[in-house]
């Protein structure tokens, strides 16, 4: 098969796409992408990348187009034209493509923004193909909680774009069940859904690699973004709840906006003894981390229902390293936390509840709670590899 890929955000930008893009190419089939100039997430074009620097290139087999895109920038404004940049003049190599190329379907990777779908659909209806959109982010509902816009002649216009798109689509692939709801809230397309869930490597058996030392005791470790999605506060209010319990030590690997305030409430609680903050560390360390923790803490705002639906890539992370779960989440997460028996969960912003399951349940059996991580490595290998996935995707295309 040849197959174009469109996606706003390419390697060297870290997303699943590149898996797709090079793992079918490694499989024999021909792919293009076509995506932006890199400047995700820094706002910058990415060094050795610009205007005129590697607008085409060919890697591991996969022909890479960068369209031409204004850098992301730190403000709203500056994103905003980011997105309509990218729109706009990668719509137009879409109509070259369309013209110069066969195709026998495309592919896109909908995250922020929805609109990057029109320059898929240009080419879908220039060369009468398939298209396939996976679906990672619900729009206008991530726009309206993201960016705090409320106009309704605004949602509406963009409602009305995502119900265009997906009628233009022929699959819509979806990385939560619980986003089916959401979209057939936007309509008929129950014919047109397809479950095809976010994959992981392979962590409980990558080469560990040399970490700082960690504390002793029972370690509950979460990785990643430390930001206001995450509902800090309410993970510390379950440290205080726990503050009694001293072989319990909250372990934060990672950054992000709300780092500096854990630090500061860690401070001013007297939680020096039990809240540690590592900083952070690039992937390749994440093994050797998860290794050593007892637990993995998921949590996740639930404020509006599409992050009800959203089941996070570190959850899935977690169950590759084969480690026990603990989360204040709701919808998705929930849901697969329950299906796969990796752990235990707790509604969202309840962390009396959790510091309850940590006193109750998790401490007085810790045999058990181990176990709950092999439960959840085994789903991965049934579920979650790359593999697994991409063969998925290749019979999705294929009927």
Known sequence: MKVLIVTQNFYPENFKGNDIAFELARRGHKV???????????????????????????????????????????????????????????????????????????????????????PAIIVKKLQKIPLYMWILDIWPDSMVSGSGIRNKSVIGMINGCVKNIYNNCDRILISSKRFAELILSKGNYSDKLVYFPNWCEDLLNMTKEEIPKLPEGFIIMMAGNLGGAQKLDMVMNAALETKDLKEVKWVFVGDGSKKKWVEEFAKEHKLEETVFMMGHYPFEAMPTFFSYANAMLLTLKADWPHLKAVVPARLTSYMAAGRPVLAMVDGGSADLINESQCGYSVPADDYKALAKMIREKVLPDKNQFEKMGENGYKFFERNFTVDICINNLEQIIKT
């Not at 890697?59 to 369209?67: A, D, E, Y």
């Not at 994103?79 to 879409?94: G, H, T």
């Open 32 to 118: 293009d992408v076509l995506t932006g100039i890199p400047n995700y997430p820094t706002g910058k074009y990415f060094e050795g990348y610009g205007i005129f620097k590697k607008r085409n290139e060919k890697m591991n087999g996969v022909r890479i187009m960068r369209s031409f895109q204004i850098p992301r920038g730190k403000s709203k404004p500056s994103l905003v034209w980011n997105y309509l940049s990218f729109f706009f003049f990668a719509s137009i190599r879409a109509v070259i493509l369309g013209i110069s190329n066969r195709y026998d379907c495309v592919f896109v990777q909908q995250t922020s923004p929805v609109i990057q779908a029109y």
